[in-house]
C-alpha cells in the first residue's frame, strides 16, 4: 500500500509511464478514503501495488508512508527516461 496525495496523477504515472494496468477502484466515502489497484497482471496472478488517498491529505513526509518500492523492468536507462520525459524525478 502506498499513500498518495493525488490518485488520479498516481493512477496516470503507474499506468502511463511503467505501464502497468488499472485493475480495480473502490471510495469508501465514509471512512474518507479512495484506493486503486495498479499492477501488471491481475491479482492472483502477480503483485499489485494498492494506491490509497486519505481525502484531503496532499502531501506526505518522504518515508512516511513507505521505505520503497522495487520493479523489475528490462531496460533501467529507457526507463529512466521515460520517467523524466513526463516530468517525474530519478534520483
Known amino acids: 500500500m502506498l499513500r498518495v ?3 488520479e496523477r498516481s493512477v496516470k504515472f503507474y499506468t502511463e509511464v511503467l505501464g502497468m494496468k488499472l ?6 466515502p465514509e471512512q474518507k ?15 499489485v501495488l494498492e494506491l490509497t ?11 512516511a ?3 520503497h518500492v522495487a520493479l ?5 536507462a529507457k526507463t ?6 513526463r516530468g517525474g524525478k530519478v534520483t
Open 5 to 7: 496525495g493525488n490518485l
Open 80 to 85: 529512466c527516461e521515460a520517467v523524466r520525459s
Open 72 to 76: 523489475e523492468v528490462d531496460d533501467a
Open 65 to 67: 508512508g513507505y521505505g
Open 23 to 28: 485493475l480495480r477502484t473502490t471510495d469508501r
Open 33 to 47: 478514503y479512495s484506493l486503486a489497484f495498479v499492477g501488471y497482471d491481475t491479482e492472483d496472478r502477480s503483485a
Open 53 to 63: 488517498y486519505n481525502y484531503g491529505v496532499e502531501k506526505y513526509d518522504l518515508g
